[in-house]
């Protein structure tokens, strides 16, 4: 059964920086790519990245191209989604799931997380 | 930049059918995906490919493709239909792009 575990909520404040992390397991992990998707509070979805964690092969949706990094290490079967800096602005769920690309480059996800809630505050 | 618009909202009562457009505002049109979020959950894949439905999604989700509009429709709609309806597709360049979504609610 394929299953992504993502780590627990976070409370930060603005400036500081925050790693989160999805495990996948029930599938192998480095021939699947990995995604990440925001949900800010009461708002739709939002297509932030994936990465081939084969080969770490990345792509970033314009919005959030250097805004944060998406990474994976493969021999724990763990995709990160990681800020340098967080913002008010970076409160929202956010949401790994599996990507199966179907041609092109453009596909979509199959299994998702249950989610990490980020809520920045002073 | 790419945009993929659905309707806010989408009212029906239980057993009849609802339909849930998504129009590109750009060609060529790319393959269409749907997924259904119930309140406090994960969202869930209902379509891919404009119409193939997942093993695990009931017959009565169905999708359809016309010029660049794609069409959810859930026919004989059930209480445990009401939910948030997102379309996702890509554009040109490869970066993959979520509609506004669609709440259905059952009357």
């Known amino acids: 059964e394929v299953q992504l575990v993502q780590s627990g909520a976070e409370v930060k404040k603005p400036g500081e920086s925050l790693k989160i992390s999805c495990k996948g397991s029930?599938?192998?992990?480095?021939?699947?790519?990995i995604g990440w998707v925001r949900q800010m509070p009461g708002k739709g979805l939002e297509w932030m990245g994936i990465i081939y964690p084969g080969d770490s092969d990345t792509r970033y949706s314009p919005s959030f191209q250097g805004q944060v990094t998406i990474s994976a290490d493969k021999s724990v079967n763990t995709a990160y989604l990681q800020w340098r800096s967080l913002k008010a602005s970076d409160t929202a769920i956010y949401y790994c799931?599996?990507?199966?690309?179907?041609?092109?480059?453009?596909?979509?996800?199959?299994?998702w997380g249950q989610g990490t809630l980020v809520t920045v505050s002073s | 930049s790419y945009e993929l618009t659905q309707p806010p909202s989408v009212s029906v009562s239980p057993g009849q059918t609802a339909r849930i457009t998504c129009s590109a505002d750009a060609l060529p049109k790319q393959y269409a995906y749907w997924y259904q979020q119930k309140p406090g959950q994960a969202p869930v894949l209902v379509l891919y490919?404009?119409?193939e439905r997942p093993s695990e999604i009931p017959e009565r989700f169905s999708g359809s493709s016309s010029g660049t509009t794609v069409t959810l429709t859930i026919s004989g709609v059930q209480a445990e239909d009401e939910a948030d309806y997102y379309c996702?597709?890509?554009?040109?360049?490869?970066?993959?792009?979520f509609g506004g979504g669609t709440k259905l609610t059952v009357l």
């Open positions: 490919k404009d119409s």
């Open positions: 029930g599938y192998r992990f480095t021939s699947y790519w």
């Open positions: 799931a599996t990507a199966l690309i179907v041609v092109r480059g453009q596909g979509y996800f199959d299994y």
């Open positions: 996702q597709s890509a554009d040109s360049s490869g970066a993959w792009v």
